[in-house]
């Protein structure tokens, strides 16, 4: 009788490898209102209103700020509901992705 199994030192190793990571970006425009912005980043991406207003403040003084930084998929869903709520209120408001 033979056996079949692999025994435990042969046995191959699977290795589970993280998904890639990539910032969502907002940009600024001359439009979008720095109250939007904020609810924008207190509803989509949880933030506190502390930390929503820092950001904010960064996307209006440097031109782009960091929303978060998720896998792509997640990342990409985000985007799609600013898009939707910006377009919903009348503003131009984007939403960029790039890989950390």
């Known amino acids: 009788m033979s056996n079949t199994k692999k025994d435990a030192s ?8 993280e998904p890639p990571l990539y910032r969502v970006l907002l940009h600024n425009d001359d439009y979008t209102t720095m109250e939007f912005v904020i609810a924008i980043l207190e509803s989509v991406f949880h933030k506190s209103t502390t930390e929503a207003t820092r950001i904010m403040l960064n996307v209006h003084h440097e031109g782009v700020g960091v929303a978060g930084i998720f896998t792509k998929e997640v990342g990409e869903t985000k985007i799609t509901r600013v898009h939707e709520l910006a377009q919903k209120n009348n503003f131009p408001l984007r939403c960029s992705m790039e890989i950390t």
């Open 10 to 17: 042969t046995k191959e190793r699977i290795e589970t490898q």
